[in-house]
């Protein structure tokens, strides 16, 4: 991950960077995006804060730099096979990204929930931060474009009717976003779950074929 706050413009050690991905999560869930200093990212880090300050100038720096590297998370989880069926890898990528990777999920580490309310402080800033703003619209067009693949590969297939691929990849994606800000900004904890639910309804009336058909 290059990050434009890096000094030398090089890319850090993966394990130095790994653990300053880490302390900045950990850091971000405790603190939220307001009260999150670069202390307090030292203090979950085993390292010294100038090693943070080496590779990223600033909170904002660092903070695209974790965008981007959730981007990279993303990619690595998602990544399923081409020639696998395209309604189950559908219903993969919906899951992983309503409640997180299936890996993840049952981690002591890592807090889906905590995660999404933290990076929703940084979404309320993106109208005001063109950086923030930049890499959360690739972070969204990567996601966009996965959708789509699935889709137009479903269509070719047979497996999924003539549909627009971007018109069901808008529907998926604000459904999820949706429900997931309502989970974390609600007392509805039911609503990640329900929407989940109507996205199945979709997928089955709207894209799958029927026996018949």
């Known amino acids: 991950m290059v990050d434009d706050g890096d000094r030398d413009g090089d890319r850090a050690p993966a394990d130095t960077e790994e653990a300053i991905m880490w302390a900045t ?3 971000l869930c405790k603190h939220g995006y ?17 090693v943070i300050h080496y590779h990223y100038d600033t909170k904002e720096a660092l903070l695209v730099a974790f965008l981007e590297y959730l981007l990279e998370a993303f ?12 309604r189950e ?13 299936p890996e993840r999920q049952e981690s002591d ?3 889906h929930w905590e995660l999404t309310t933290a990076l929703l402080e940084i979404r309320a800033e993106a109208p005001y931060n063109e950086e923030f703003r930049r890499q959360l619209t690739r972070n969204y067009d990567t996601v966009e474009a996965t959708v789509i693949a699935i889709v137009e590969e479903g269509i070719e297939s047979g497996a999924f009717r003539e549909v627009d691929p971007e018109a ?16 974390v900004t ?3 904890d039911d609503v990640a779950t329900a929407a989940r639910a109507g ?4 997928v089955d009336e709207w894209l799958c074929r029927s026996d018949g058909e």
């Not at 990619?75 to 395209?86: I, L, M, Q």
């Not at 069901?168 to 989970?183: L, M, P």
């Open 199 to 202: 996205l199945e309804a979709i």
């Open 109 to 111: 580490e890592f807090d």
């Open 34 to 50: 307001a009260n999150l200093t670069m202390q307090a990212i030292a203090d979950e880090f085993d390292k010294t804060k100038g």
């Open 25 to 27: 999560y950990r850091a």
């Open 186 to 188: 609600t007392r509805r």
């Open 89 to 101: 890898r559908l219903e993969t990528l919906i899951d992983a990204l309503m409640f997180g990777p």
């Open 168 to 183: 069901v990849a808008g529907v998926v994606i604000s459904t999820i976003n949706g429900a997931r800000i309502y989970r």
């Open 75 to 86: 990619e690595r989880n998602t990544a399923v096979d081409e020639e696998g069926d395209p």
